[in-house]
Structures are given as structure tokens and as C-alpha cells.
């Protein structure tokens, strides 16, 4: 059984890691993503607060550009 529930955490995680890519492609901030996972999914937002950090750790170069792009489109607007 212990194998059955590790499988399950491990699907619930990955889905939520596919969502919050999804909020990457929208540009939004963390916060934002947390908000609307929340709303719209159902998903706590210490579960997707805990996953966005973990995505910052292993994709550090990723998210400097991201987060670099998504200050200069800020203030263009």
C-alpha cells in the first residue's frame, strides 16, 4: 500500500507542477498562480507555494530570466 500512496503524492505534485507551468506561460507572478490554483483548482497554497519553490531551486537560471522578463513587461504596461 505504501507504494500505491507514494505513486499517488507523486501524480498530485507533478500535477500541480503542470499547472503552475501553465501560469508561467500567462506570465503571472507567484502570488498570482497561488491565487488562482486555489480558486480555480482547488489545490492549497502551501502545495503550490511548496512546489514553486522546489521549481526556483532546480530551474534557478530558468526563473532570473523569468523574473527579469516579467519586471520589464510590468513596467512597459
Same mark, same amino acid.
Given at each position: 500500500?505504501?507504494? #500505491?500512496? @507514494?505513486? &499517488? #503524492? @507523486? &501524480?498530485?505534485?507533478?500535477?500541480? %507542477?503542470? +499547472?503552475?507551468?501553465?501560469? +508561467?506561460?500567462?506570465?503571472?507572478?507567484?502570488?498570482?498562480?497561488?491565487? @488562482? +490554483? #486555489?480558486?480555480? @483548482?482547488?489545490?492549497?497554497?502551501?502545495?503550490? #507555494?511548496?512546489?514553486?519553490?522546489? +521549481?526556483?531551486?532546480?530551474?534557478?537560471?530558468?526563473?532570473?530570466v523569468y523574473y527579469t522578463?516579467?519586471?520589464?513587461?510590468? %513596467?512597459?504596461?
Open positions: 500500500m505504501g507504494d #500505491s500512496s @507514494a505513486s &499517488s #503524492s @507523486a &501524480s498530485y505534485i507533478h500535477m500541480v %507542477q503542470h +499547472l503552475i507551468e501553465k501560469c +508561467l506561460i500567462f506570465h503571472m507572478t507567484k502570488e498570482e498562480c497561488v491565487e @488562482a +490554483l #486555489s480558486k480555480h @483548482a482547488d489545490i492549497q497554497p502551501v502545495i503550490t #507555494s511548496t512546489v514553486w519553490n522546489e +521549481l526556483e531551486k532546480e530551474n534557478k537560471e530558468f526563473f532570473e522578463q516579467n519586471s520589464n513587461s510590468t %513596467q512597459r504596461k
